[in-house]
């Protein structure tokens, strides 16, 4: 579990700390993180550091991001960017008009990978990351949902048919249903599986010892 | 004596010959098929790179023997809905049908177990075909789906390909005026001339339709076993296989001859009826001495002793056979009459060799066609093809003996008038796949309902 | 595994179903353990007869939860880890990792660590393609290119082994650079291979590329047009035979590969035989690509100086590589802890995957093998 971890780590922290070790070109110089919103994905309370790490996020303000503040509004929580990686924290209920917009307008065509990541103790939990690509401008866009549990996400599958397989995989290991997608079934782990892996509170060392149980009838070995 | 035990010994004292080589060979192709295989696996290896099997036995050479034991005492498994006894008959009947069509053959002037019937080249054919009960009823008594479909596609690939090799035989029956084994060889020796050169054409589509009639690639795919597992055979293991593969290289001997005694000259040597090329035979027993020769060499660089000691062995072996076959050139005049009888069984004996060769040799460089393709290449191009060749062939006959043509005019006039529409086929059957490609496309839209299946 | 433990062949083999038209439908099963599906991968064939109506995929056979082990392991150990994913391209997957954890440390491996990975990763990337063409082919019903490519594919493992000790699952790069120099005869090894391998590839031309029966096994066969790939999300050789020219390597340049000069091979009617033109070339490219990379490797240090104890600052980062297989991606969240908080990979493998439904429909049994042989795809990679 992350917090074994980071106990184990901050004991045995005697070096240094060589976060964000510069060692060639290209370090982001930060002055300040200026009005951080309450959806940033900054870890939260870190125990016991030697000194709290400066964050690497910039917000972004360029063309892009104008033209989507202007066609969106509020839909567009903030525009950031992350070691010269531009990135949208957009609203969940906007999900499908931002993607359509930016397959269509934009010119984003490929959405280049579509996934999750689990921040347990935030309000709004999930954070469903979707990377686009545009093969007209060759540039690269992430955009953020925040999600809380529970809480539908629209299916991008109308708008990118790759998101088929990559929703599902998403459904299989964080349990975020989409609505709208054709085919919403586990895809890597067996139909019966309980529980969704890949959240912050499935224990590693317990996971497979329900499905062992029932198909095998032994206890698991873990 | 009753008269049953009477006529029962007549019988046997008349026939016993026969018998005996009935018997030879039902002991002896077995044997003979499993070193085939061996061959087969060492040509594999030559062609691929590597080695093939070099522990069992010095280079290989008990694989075979290792193989029969190691099938022979493998468990017998029988699929749990399958029909009993058509399980048990099946590869039975696919292996009688290929012994009993060797009966036929002739291995030399004077070696042949049904003696000179009249009906011999018939007789092969008709026999072999009966093998393909056994691979249909196969597939059907193993109750699987891959079995039975790799039953169907087996029994619609032999049956169409049997039709084109019949048509090609037939061209060279025309040149050849008989059925009788013996008769064919020796119309051979009186036209002066190997059908082949003859009739290329009826050769050419005998050679396609003969791999296709024994299921190898590349016309394997009812044994594909990327596809289908391994088609019909899925379901058999142990001794019932082995019946089943020692069937299809008997059959690959089979059909090697026939296409050896009608158009490569059976039995004769090369130029047999010309008379001052008779000293190529010394042939057979120089060539023997030869790969004695090289088996002593090779003899002294071999890794291991035992090794050693075998190709000295095998260096043996090929001596006495040289001597064999010198003996009635250079021994008294009354051994003059082995001369037919051995040096014809080596011509013919090298003349299968080379054939099976063939065989292998585009097995391993050919990738395998795809059904459709097959039945397509059989149906819209072999067929009409042979059927145009006998057409050509007698025609060419004809003008020969009625008007008085030179023969060979008549028959490279006749050859190529039929290249011509051979080419003809082949640009028909492509306007005709083009038009089936462009059908699937239709296919693909029409059935492509969504995209999101899967 | 669905249906319990003990799944055989011919479980569910054959089921008929009625469709809205009354039609009758035969549902086939292609694996899990099958000869031509490369790897545990399940395919549930709708047939009509023997065409294909429709196409279901059933993976998962081999998920072994590399991104949530990747959550407890730090980031140095967990670099072994992505070699088995794709294991046929293994040097790839490695560059991919290390590289994403350089751009998260902002850091940068040193000129000649670059050049020293591109001639790695361009070996690799022969390698896998050659390994593609023997079982490809092989699937086909051509026995012998497999030896041969074997042969080759021999000669590299080789060279990897002199490198870094292993064949198959290499973890030869380090995060920030190497660890191994490379060895004395380096680049003799790789001139003498790439000099070898001209002849090699025209062998294999020979073999299969005229070869009537080849091309009538492959040639619209599988068709994929340029919008759906690109819908599909399929990349790499699949997307590059539909006729778009893109590749990574030129569109946004990693490791060293802006200095070189190499081709981006393209396809004009997205089917098999295309696919396998396009791969072909791609082997003569990165042969172009390594003599030109021995020809001048700087000298210098390999490892780049990130410390012992890896804490980038917490944010996230995407990059990804050209591997063999199509676009490999890299998410990385940190959280400023020695162990990453998340790893997402993005394997181009189960993308591509995808496009099979989309390939197969109106093709026979038989194409459907040739089919999955030429999408190129690597269980480990689906489903990590």
């Known amino acids: 579990m992350v917090d074994e971890s980071k106990a184990s780590q ?213 | 004596m009753s008269p049953a035990t009477q006529a029962l010994l007549e019988f046997l004292r008349s026939w016993w010959v026969e018998l005996l080589s009935g018997v030879v060979i039902v002991a002896i192709v077995p044997l003979v098929a499993g070193y085939v295989v061996l061959v087969e696996r060492k040509v594999m290896a030559d062609m691929q790179a590597r080695l093939g099997p070099m522990r069992v036995g010095p280079h290989g050479l008990l694989q075979p023997i290792a193989d029969a034991l190691k099938l022979l005492i493998k468990e017998d498994i029988i699929p749990d809905n399958a029909d009993k006894l058509i399980f048990w008959l099946a590869p039975v009947i696919s292996m009688t049908a290929a012994l009993t069509s060797m009966g036929a053959i002739a291995f030399g002037p004077s070696f042949q177990v049904a003696r000179d019937i009249n009906v011999g080249l018939l007789f092969i054919i008709g026999i072999s075909s009966l093998g393909l009960f056994g691979i249909v009823l196969g597939g059907w008594a193993s109750n699987s789906h891959y079995s039975i479909m790799g039953a169907i596609r087996s029994m619609a690939q032999l049956v169409s390909y049997e039709t084109a090799a019949g048509l ?145 062995a095998v260096a043996l072996a090929c001596f006495a056979l040289a001597a064999i076959l010198a003996a009635p050139l250079v021994g008294p005049f009354r051994w003059r009459f082995l001369m037919r009888g051995l040096h014809g069984a080596f011509w013919f004996l090298l003349k299968v060799g080379a054939y099976i060769y063939l065989f292998m040799w585009l097995r391993f460089t050919l990738p395998r066609y795809r059904f459709d393709q097959l039945m397509g290449l059989g149906w819209y191009i072999l067929i009409p093809l042979g059927i145009i060749n006998i057409f050509g062939v007698g025609i060419a006959m004809i003008l020969e003996s009625e008007y008085g043509w030179n023969r060979w005019l008549a028959l490279v006039v006749t050859t190529l008038v039929t290249l011509g529409a051979a080419f003809f086929l082949l640009h028909l059957n492509e306007k005709r796949k083009a038009a089936a490609s462009s059908a699937i496309a239709v296919a693909k839209e029409a059935v492509a309902g969504d995209i999101y299946a899967g | ?222 068709v994929l047009s340029a919008e759906d790939c690109i819908a599909l999300g399929a990349s790499g050789p699949v997307l590059r035979a539909s006729g778009v020219k893109w590749d990574l390597r030129k569109a946004m340049p990693y490791a060293a590969y802006d200095q070189y000069q190499f081709e981006i091979p393209v396809g004009t009617r997205g089917d098999t035989y295309d696919r396998y033109i396009v791969r072909m070339e791609e082997m003569r490219q990165s042969r172009l690509i390594c003599l030109q990379a021995i020809e001048n490797i700087p000298p210098g240090a390999i490892l780049a100086r990130v410390g012992k104890v890896l804490k980038p600052p917490p944010g996230e980062i995407y990059h990804s590589i050209e591997s063999p297989k199509g676009i490999l991606g890299y998410y990385i969240v940190s959280d400023g802890t020695i162990q990453p908080y998340r790893v997402r990979i993005r394997p181009p493998s189960f993308v591509n995957l995808q496009a099979l439904d989309k390939m197969a429909r109106g093709h026979l049994v038989s194409d459907v093998v040739a089919i999955i042989g030429t999408i190129d795809i690597v269980l480990g990679e689906v489903d990590r």
């Open chain 3, 1 to 222: 595994m669905p249906g319990g433990v003990g799944n055989t062949l011919h479980e569910d083999a054959t089921q008929t179903s009625k469709t809205l038209l009354g039609a009758d439908e035969l549902v086939l099963n292609m694996g899990p353990q099958h000869p031509s599906t490369h790897g545990v991968l399940r395919v549930k064939l709708k047939l009509d007869g023997e065409r294909v109506r429709g196409t279901e995929c059933v993976i998962g056979y081999l998920h072994r939860g590399v991104e949530k082990i990747a959550e407890h392991r730090t980031y140095q150990q967990f670099a072994p880890y992505v070699d088995r994913m794709d294991y046929v391209a293994a040097v790839s997957n490695g560059l991919g990792y290390c590289e994403t954890v350089e751009k998260l440390l902002s850091a940068e491996a040193p000129p000649r660590a670059r050049v020293i990975r591109t001639i790695l990763t361009e070996l690799q990337r022969i390698a896998s393609h050659l390994l593609w063409l023997g079982t490809h082919a092989l699937d086909i019903g051509a026995l012998t290119p497999l030896f041969y490519c074997m042969r080759e594919r021999e000669e590299i493992l080789k060279i990897f082994e002199k490198y870094c000790g292993a064949r198959l699952t290499t973890h030869a790069f380090r995060i920030g650079g190497l660890q191994y120099e490379a060895y004395d005869l380096f680049e003799k090894d790789v001139e003498r291979f790439c000099k070898d391998f001209e002849r090699r590839i025209q062998e294999y031309v020979d073999l299969l590329t005229g070869n009537s029966i080849w091309i009538g096994r492959t040639r619209n066969v599988g």
């Open chain 1, 10 to 222: 901050s004991s045995d922290s005697l070096k240094p700390d060589a976060a964000g070790a510069e060692s060639g070109p290209g370090t982001p110089q930060t002055a300040d993180a200026p009005g951080v919103p309450t959806a940033k994905p900054v870890a939260p309370a870190k125990p016991a550091a030697t000194k709290t790490p400066v964050p690497v996020q910039v917000p972004l303000d360029n063309e892009l991001s104008r033209r989507y503040r202007e066609r969106f509004g509020a839909g567009i929580l903030d525009a950031l960017e992350d070691r010269k990686q531009p990135y949208l924290v957009i609203d969940a209920a906007k999900l499908a008009e931002i993607g359509r917009y930016s397959r269509d307008e934009e010119k984003f065509e490929l959405l280049e990978d579509f996934t999750a990541v689990d921040w347990p103790r935030r309000e709004k939990r999930f954070d469903l990351i979707a990377i686009l690509y545009s093969f007209t401008h060759n540039t690269r866009l992430r955009l953020k949902i925040p999600l809380a549990e529970g809480e539908q996400a629209a299916s991008l599958v109308e708008i990118w048919p790759t998101a088929n397989w990559l929703e599902r995989e998403i459904f299989d290991l964080f349990g975020i249903v989409f609505a709208g997608h054709p085919n919403l079934r586990r895809i890597l782990l067996p139909d019966e599986w309980q529980g969704h892996p890949l959240r912050k509170d499935y224990d590693i060392l317990q996971q497979d010892t329900p499905w062992v149980r029932e198909n095998l009838g032994i206890e698991s070995g873990q």
């Open chain 2, 168 to 312: 090609a035989l037939i061209s060279g029956l025309l040149l050849a005026g008989t059925l009788r084994i013996h008769g064919i060889v020796e119309a051979q020796e009186q036209y002066g001339v190997w059908f082949i050169f003859l009739a290329p054409i009826a050769f050419f589509i005998y050679v396609v339709a003969s791999i296709a009639e024994i299921n190898r690639a590349p016309f394997d795919l009812p044994e594909a076993d990327s596809e289908l597992v391994a088609g019909y055979m899925t379901e058999y293991s142990g001794f019932r296989w082995s019946l089943y593969f020692l069937g299809e290289y008997a059959n690959m001997i089979v059909v090697a001859s026939v296409a050896t005694t009608l158009f490569l000259g059976g039995w004769l040597r090369p130029f047999a009826s010309v008379r001052w090329l008779s000293w190529l035979d010394v042939l057979p027993a120089l060539v023997t001495q030869a790969v004695g020769v090289y088996c002593l060499i090779r003899a002294g660089k071999q890794p291991v002793a035992v090794q050693t000691k075998f190709m000295w």
